[in-house]
Each structure stands twice: as C-alpha cells, then as structure tokens.
C-alpha cells in the first residue's frame, strides 16, 4: 500500500499504533469532496477528476519512505523533499498531447484541471520569467518519479479508461460553462473582451475546491472523525 497520511495513536496503556490512509483512499475522498463543492455549477466531473489526480505523485516508493520515516520512524525529514504534485500534471498534460488541435475545449479543460493539480500546494504563475511556461517545466522536471507514480495510479486508484472517461463528461462540462460566459460577454458594453478574466475565475475556484477538499479528507484523518 502507498500512505498518503499516517496517524499515530497511543493507548491509555502506553501503546503506540499506527493507521495508514492510502494514497487511492485520499484520492477518492478528496474528488468526491470536491465534486459535491462545485456540483451546482456544474463543474461536477471536472472537480472530481482534479481531486482525483491531485496526490498521484505520491504513488512512489520515495514518498512512501519519506512519510514513514517522518512519523513511524520519527527521523527528521524536510517537508517537501518529495515531489508529489507534477506527477498528477504530467499525466493530464499527456491528455493534451494526445488530443491536441482535436478540441479546443478539451485543451482548456486540460490546463485548468493541470493547474489546479499543480497548485494544490502553492499556486503559481502560468508564464514565468522570460516567457516560460510553467507547465513546460512541470513536464520536464526530472527525478520526481513520475512515472512509477503514473503506473501505480493506474493500478491502485483509476484505471486510464475511467480518467479517460471523466474527462470526455468534464470536457462537456467546460463547454457548458463557457456557452455561459460567452453569453454573458456578448450583453455587456465592455470596451474589452472579459472572457478570459472569467476564464481564470474558473480556474481559481477549481483550485479552491481541490484545496479545500483535500484539507477537510486530511483533517478528517488525522482526527479520525467525519466533519459536516
């Protein structure tokens, strides 16, 4: 099994256990969490399928070392040695590659799923200096394992037919809403087109949904307790 969080517990006795969440676990929660945050604006699939890639990268043989060196074997360990983050990027961004010029808004629903990923512990620019871009740097970034976590999230969480399949229903979803935007738009009396402002709205509320759903699934964890 591949922790995603490890609680320690001790006995009115004095014994010390230990309960493991796995990685898949943590996935399912979180999209689930997510989905129902965003269910009323119709971002339903879309939210789930981000909270469900979110922690792919922990998927690893190194994140699993890491953790359990942090809290069973209590060794000092940096936080954030381990990149988890890219791996999820990564793997949606191939989606990108592989439909590409095919569906525009498959390609928007691609990136703001990727950002939201990406960003679920810090967000950042999309352009960075020099006019890079970040998901470039995501895709190229080397020593993260990203690919054993990418294999191991196939077979421990989701199967690529069902991600495949989520993001055909949360490609929909992206084109519902942008309908809406557009409609939006076309009745104002804007001196300049605020399609993409709206755009990044989407974005952001994306990522807070992801963000908020992955802390309420930790929290309920290491609480081991169910919050309303």
Known sequence: MYPAHIRKEISCDGKVTYSFQSVAEHCRNTAKYASEALKAVGLEKTAYLAGLLHDCGKHTFRFKQYIEDAVVNE??????????????????LAKHAKYVGANDFQDLTIELIAYAIGAHHGLFDCIKDKDESAFAYR????NIDSEEA?????????SE???????????????????????????????????PFYYSLVCRLLTSAVIDAD??????FEKNEVTK
């Not at 940096?78 to 983050?85: C, I, P, S, Y």
């Not at 990418?150 to 989701?158: D, S, T």
């Open 150 to 158: 990418i294999e191991n999230f196939y077979n421990e969480c989701a």
């Open 139 to 142: 895709l190229e970034k080397e």
């Open 75 to 92: 060794k000092e360990v940096k936080r954030g040695t381990v990149n988890h983050t890219f791996a999820g990027v990564k793997l949606i």
């Open 215 to 220: 802390r309420k699934d930790t929290m309920e």
């Open 161 to 195: 037919d069902e991600i495949e399949k989520l993001l055909l229903e949360a490609t929909d979803e992206i084109k519902n809403l942008a309908d809406i935007i557009v409609s939006i738009d076309s009745t104002e009396n804007y001196k300049e087109p605020e399609i």
